[in-house]
Structures are given as C-alpha cells and as structure tokens.
C-alpha cells in the first residue's frame, strides 16, 4: 500500500526536548518524507530533571534552555518539522486554565490531523503523564463552541502516546507500530544534536530494531526498526475493521 500524508497535519506536544527525539522523531520524519507537515511544540525546557547533565556541569537555567533551543531547533530542521518553544514551568507542570486555553487556541489554528503525545503515566517522570491530561483537555476546549477563542471549533483528532522510557512500569501496551526503516538516519541525525545524551540516542535506536522485530511479527513485512504508540481512542473513522 502506497501511502500520501499530503494535507496532513501532525502535532507534537512534548513536555521536554529531549522527548521528541527519543521517542517519535522516526515518525516525524515519516510524515513530513510521506508529504504532511509536523508541528512539534516543546512546553517546557526540562531545565528540573531532563537537562541534569547541563546544571551538574554549571550552566546557569537561563544557558540550559538557549542551548537546548538551539539542539532541537536543529533536530527539527533535519526532521523537516516547525518547532515552537514554550518555555513553560516543568517540575512540576501545572495544568491551568491558562495554558489549556494557548494549547486550544493553537489546535484551533493548526487544526491538526492526528496528535502525537506522552502516555498517561511515567512513573519516573510524572510530568509526562500530566502532559496527555494537558492535550486531551485542551482539545476538548478547541471542539467546543461556546469557549472564548478564535475561529471555528477543531475537529477532534486521533491523540497517539508514543512511549516512555519504562514501558513495563507504566503498563504501556503498544496498539500501532509505525515503520521506521526508511527514515532510522533521520532519526540518528536528530538525536545526535544532543550530545550531551548520546548514551540514550544507542537505546533509543535499540528499542526501534526490538519495536521493529514486534512489528514484523504482526506481520509488517521487511521492518527493521519501528516506533511504538498506543492510540487511546478507538478508530472509527474508516466504520469498518481497518487493517
Ligand atoms: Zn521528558
């Protein structure tokens, strides 16, 4: 099956920037190489925990981000994606009516087709697990129509958690496996930005062969490397059984 993303817009919302590269850049790349475009929002620095190597080595927070800014402007360029820094507080994110209300005005202007996101639960991070709570809320205020924003209610677009760091322990259960073997150096190149976790960009491209060997055995013939997601909405679009 060929496929066209042409006129398909993917939105990623990842609490941190390291997020993006680790865990979903291959589909990233994917879409913008099937013609979609991607728009990865970044809403916090993760100058608490994810830049930890920066602050032991005494950068000051205000170094931390610019350097991390600069990395992931980076990264996106070579994924072909739009990338927005929000620089909101991380450690711990705190959802407010404030931030839901940017987050829904920006679905409504982007009007995307599929959201991509953190699953509902990291032990290890919690803040990840906030940040599906913080999308689905958000778009649930873009849908409607009596909310004070700008332009005509979003449609609802499927939400796909890519996965965290420890699956077991946070009952991750993979339901989609997207091929990533035509695009695995896209991936490498934009995780190599961030040299500061170069150790986790071997595991990352290590967890996408074993991804792409579940794959294979659920019968994606020929793929070598694959990111997991778990859809969290049923998929009804096609009223049919969809393979
Ligand atoms: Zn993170």
Not at 127 to 135: C, I, R
Not at 191 to 205: D, F, G, R, S, W
């Amino acid at each position: 099956m060929s496929l066209s993303m042409e006129g398909k817009r993917m939105l990623v919302v990842s609490a941190h920037p390291g997020d993006v590269l680790w865990r979903c850049s291959g589909a990233v790349a994917k879409h913008v190489k099937l013609g979609g475009t991607a728009t990865i929002i970044v809403v916090t620095y993760g100058t608490g925990g994810e830049a930890n190597e920066l602050m032991k080595a005494g950068l000051t927070v205000a170094e931390a981000k610019a350097l991390r800014k600069r990395d992931l402007t980076r990264s996106a360029e070579i994924l072909g994606a739009d990338i927005e820094f929000w620089d909101m507080q991380d450690y711990r994110f705190e959802i407010t009516q404030d931030k839901i209300m940017k987050l829904a005005q920006k679905i409504r202007d982007l009007r995307p087709s599929l959201i991509l996101t953190h699953h509902g639960k990291d032990i290890l991070n919690p803040d990840h697990g906030y940040m599906l709570e913080y999308v689905n809320m958000s778009l649930e205020v873009a849908t409607g129509h009596g909310v004070p924003l700008d332009g005509a209610p979003a449609d609802r677009a499927p939400i796909f958690c890519f996965e965290p760091h420890d699956s077991e322990s946070n009952g991750f259960v993979p339901n989609l496996f997207v091929d990533i073997t035509d695009v695995i150096d896209i991936k490498k190149a934009a995780m190599a930005t961030c040299e500061l976790k170069a150790p986790l960009a071997e595991t990352y491209v290590n967890r996408a062969k074993y991804r792409g060997q579940n794959a294979g055995s659920f019968g994606r013939k020929g793929c070598k490397y694959a990111e997991a997601y778990e859809a969290i909405y049923p998929i009804a679009e096609y009223g049919y059984f969809v393979w």
